[in-house]
Protein backbone atom coordinates (compact mmCIF):
# COMPACT_ATOMS: atom_id res chain seq x y z
CA UNK A 1 0.00 0.00 0.00
CA UNK A 2 0.83 3.22 -0.40
CA UNK A 3 0.87 6.32 1.60
CA UNK A 4 -1.03 9.24 0.59
CA UNK A 5 -0.98 13.04 2.21
CA UNK A 6 -3.48 15.80 1.16
CA UNK A 7 -3.32 19.55 1.34
CA UNK A 8 -4.35 22.57 -0.07
CA UNK A 9 -7.49 22.31 1.73
CA UNK A 10 -9.59 26.04 3.00
CA UNK A 11 -12.16 28.42 3.42
CA UNK A 12 -12.99 30.10 -0.19
CA UNK A 13 -15.72 32.35 -1.28
CA UNK A 14 -18.38 31.05 -3.80
CA UNK A 15 -17.36 30.76 -7.52
CA UNK A 16 -13.50 31.00 -5.89
CA UNK A 17 -10.89 28.23 -6.98
CA UNK A 18 -8.77 25.89 -5.21
CA UNK A 19 -6.05 22.91 -5.99
CA UNK A 20 -6.08 20.03 -3.83
CA UNK A 21 -2.97 18.29 -3.77
CA UNK A 22 -2.25 14.20 -3.31
CA UNK A 23 1.19 13.07 -2.43
CA UNK A 24 2.42 9.54 -2.01
CA UNK A 25 4.96 7.06 -1.04
CA UNK A 26 6.63 4.72 -2.83
CA UNK A 27 8.22 4.59 -5.74
CA UNK A 28 5.40 2.50 -8.15
CA UNK A 29 3.09 5.24 -7.91
CA UNK A 30 2.66 5.40 -11.47
CA UNK A 31 1.08 2.39 -11.76
CA UNK A 32 -1.64 3.36 -9.28
CA UNK A 33 -5.48 4.79 -9.79
CA UNK A 34 -6.18 7.60 -8.12
CA UNK A 35 -9.72 8.84 -7.02
CA UNK A 36 -10.53 12.09 -5.32
CA UNK A 37 -13.60 11.72 -2.56
CA UNK A 38 -15.52 13.95 -0.32
CA UNK A 39 -17.08 13.01 2.35
CA UNK A 40 -20.07 15.79 3.92
CA UNK A 41 -21.24 15.48 7.46
CA UNK A 42 -24.76 13.09 7.51
CA UNK A 43 -23.77 12.15 3.96
CA UNK A 44 -22.01 9.00 2.32
CA UNK A 45 -18.48 9.42 0.98
CA UNK A 46 -18.96 10.57 -2.78
CA UNK A 47 -16.73 9.81 -6.12
CA UNK A 48 -15.68 13.08 -7.81
CA UNK A 49 -12.76 11.95 -10.06
CA UNK A 50 -11.05 9.00 -10.36
CA UNK A 51 -7.39 8.74 -13.03
CA UNK A 52 -6.57 5.27 -13.95
CA UNK A 53 -2.74 4.80 -16.00
CA UNK A 54 -4.36 1.27 -17.14
CA UNK A 55 -6.05 3.17 -20.37
CA UNK A 56 -5.45 6.51 -19.51
CA UNK A 57 -8.74 7.29 -18.58
CA UNK A 58 -10.12 9.79 -16.65
CA UNK A 59 -13.83 10.18 -14.48
CA UNK A 60 -15.94 12.89 -13.16
CA UNK A 61 -18.74 12.86 -11.45
CA UNK A 62 -21.82 15.20 -12.38
CA UNK A 63 -22.01 17.14 -9.68
CA UNK A 64 -18.30 18.27 -10.77
CA UNK A 65 -18.09 17.82 -14.77
CA UNK A 66 -16.71 20.82 -16.14
CA UNK A 67 -15.51 22.61 -12.93
CA UNK A 68 -13.15 20.29 -11.73
CA UNK A 69 -9.78 18.82 -12.95
CA UNK A 70 -7.86 15.93 -12.02
CA UNK A 71 -4.01 15.92 -13.00
CA UNK A 72 -0.73 14.28 -12.22
CA UNK A 73 2.53 14.40 -11.86
CA UNK A 74 4.22 11.20 -11.78
CA UNK A 75 7.54 12.62 -11.03
CA UNK A 76 6.59 14.00 -7.88
CA UNK A 77 4.52 11.36 -6.81
CA UNK A 78 1.52 13.91 -6.68
CA UNK A 79 -2.24 13.95 -8.05
CA UNK A 80 -3.91 17.44 -7.99
CA UNK A 81 -7.35 18.17 -8.12
CA UNK A 82 -8.10 21.92 -9.46
CA UNK A 83 -11.99 23.03 -8.52
CA UNK A 84 -13.12 25.79 -9.88
CA UNK A 85 -16.44 27.78 -9.32
CA UNK A 86 -16.99 25.93 -6.11
CA UNK A 87 -20.01 26.07 -4.33
CA UNK A 88 -21.13 25.92 -0.63
CA UNK A 89 -22.35 22.50 -1.37
CA UNK A 90 -18.82 21.66 -2.31
CA UNK A 91 -17.78 21.88 1.05
CA UNK A 92 -16.75 18.33 2.44
CA UNK A 93 -13.57 16.31 3.76
CA UNK A 94 -11.69 15.78 0.68
CA UNK A 95 -10.10 12.59 0.64
CA UNK A 96 -7.94 10.94 -2.25
CA UNK A 97 -7.32 6.97 -2.71
CA UNK A 98 -4.80 5.00 -4.57
CA UNK A 99 -5.22 1.43 -5.96
CA UNK A 100 -2.96 -0.50 -8.11
CA UNK A 101 -4.81 -0.10 -11.56
CA UNK A 102 -6.17 -3.01 -14.03
CA UNK A 103 -9.14 -0.91 -15.24
CA UNK A 104 -10.94 2.21 -16.46
CA UNK A 105 -11.51 5.16 -14.12
CA UNK A 106 -14.86 4.65 -14.34
CA UNK A 107 -14.66 1.86 -12.07
CA UNK A 108 -13.04 3.06 -9.55
CA UNK A 109 -14.65 6.27 -8.96
CA UNK A 110 -18.13 4.07 -8.49
CA UNK A 111 -17.14 2.66 -4.93
CA UNK A 112 -15.02 3.47 -2.33
CA UNK A 113 -14.46 0.40 -1.04
CA UNK A 114 -12.37 -0.24 -4.54
CA UNK A 115 -9.28 1.76 -2.89
CA UNK A 116 -7.31 0.36 -0.23
CA UNK A 117 -5.06 3.56 0.72
CA UNK A 118 -6.60 6.33 1.77
CA UNK A 119 -5.23 9.87 2.88
CA UNK A 120 -6.10 11.59 6.41
CA UNK A 121 -8.64 14.47 4.57
CA UNK A 122 -8.38 17.93 3.92
CA UNK A 123 -11.26 20.08 4.89
CA UNK A 124 -12.87 22.06 2.27
CA UNK A 125 -15.69 24.84 3.29
CA UNK A 126 -17.17 27.60 0.64
CA UNK A 127 -18.72 29.76 2.22
CA UNK A 128 -19.10 33.48 1.88
Known amino acids: QVQLVESGGGLVQPGRSLKLSCVAS????????IGWFRQAPGKEREGLSC????????YYADSVKGRFTISRDDAKNTVYLQMNSLKPEDTAVYYC?????????????????????WGQGTQVTVSS
Open 26 to 33: GPTFHYYA
Open 51 to 58: ISPSDGST
Open 97 to 117: AAEPASTTAYFYCAGYSRFQS
